[in-house]
């Protein structure tokens, strides 16, 4: 048997194969990305054909740029304000309730968490008809538009700070909380001394993924839109692709992805500054008591 085929039978060996799959569903799913990318720097109107390189679509353009158009800069502001308000709502919300249902122990707890993870089983058309139709019918009130759409996107946020949050909730255990507590502290000083900091890592990537996918909803801020001022950046793009689009699309989709990696590298460098300085208050404390013993 050639070393060929004992490479690829051998069971036992390394994951060779899963090296080769996974490199190519890397490339898979970047290079398009990359191709996006590179034409919304184009100097020409082609989306097909590269004619050099050019910030045109981005800020020179003095009508089509994105920072120009008034339809494709609305839209960039209204995805960037829904997720802000996404996080700043979900995220306590979320936070609140991990700790909730990690603790609740009596009857109806199995059932509360189930509910808790609707969201992230149902379709998003079936929340966007049903959020549509609570807000025309039920909840006439609040009208469709920037109000609304908070809403919705809060609502299907919640599950995966829930889901984040309560993971590592349940890692941590309740040890160090009921430690705080046997030291003198009551429970709302073990919440907020011990355990919330050490919750921190969870509530950072809970605030990225809401971002990332209040960026990217299309359905729910489509139903929940009143007009051409509360379009987001997938629905205008959705909506300006089947005319003749210039590069403006691309920068205006690139926009958004770099908006979103530099929102997770700037939350990332501050888990870093907390997680150091909280390093060096460790080291201190644990100097002074080795300094009382």
Do not use: C
């Not at 390189?53 to 995805?79: E, F, I, M």
């Not at 801020?221 to 001022?229: D, V």
């Not at 590298?265 to 907390?274: E, H, P, R």
């Amino acid at each position: 048997m050639s070393g060929a085929l004992v490479w690829l039978r051998n069971p036992w060996g390394k994951p060779r194969i899963l090296w080769f799959v996974t490199i190519g569903y890397l490339l898979w799913s970047i290079v398009p990305i990359l191709i996006a990318i590179r034409f919304s720097f184009n100097s020409g109107r082609s989306r097909s054909t590269a004619q050099g390189w050019s910030t045109r679509w981005y800020w020179g353009d003095k009508d089509l740029s994105v920072a120009h158009d008034p339809d494709l800069y609305n839209a960039l502001q209204q995805s960037l304000k829904l997720a802000a308000l996404a996080i700043l709502i979900s995220v306590p919300i979320g936070v609140a309730l991990s700790l909730g249902l990690t603790r609740w122990r009596g009857r109806g707890a199995g059932a509360a968490r189930f509910v808790t993870l609707f969201p992230l089983v149902t379709p998003e058309i079936v929340m966007g008809v049903a959020l549509f139709l609570v807000f025309t019918s039920l909840f006439s009130s609040i009208s469709l538009g920037t109000t609304a759409q908070v809403i919705g996107h809060v609502t299907f946020s919640i599950t995966f700070v829930v889901i984040i949050v309560r993971g590592r909730l349940l890692s941590i255990g309740k040890d160090f909380e009921e430690a705080a507590m046997d030291l003198g502290a009551s429970s709302v000083n073990a919440l907020r001394m011990v355990l919330l900091p050490l919750l921190v890592p969870a509530i950072i990537a809970s605030a990225i993924v809401v971002f990332a996918i209040s960026m990217d909803d299309f359905v729910i801020s489509a139903y929940l839109s009143s007009s051409a001022g509360t379009e987001t950046v997938p629905v205008k793009i959705y909506s300006n692709a089947r005319g003749a689009p210039t590069p403006a699309l691309n920068a205006l989709a690139s926009v958004t992805l770099f908006a979103t990696v530099l929102f997770g590298a700037a939350l990332f460098a501050v888990w870093s500054v907390i997680r150091r300085r909280q390093g060096v208050q460790g080291s201190s404390m644990d100097e002074l008591a080795r300094l009382d013993a």
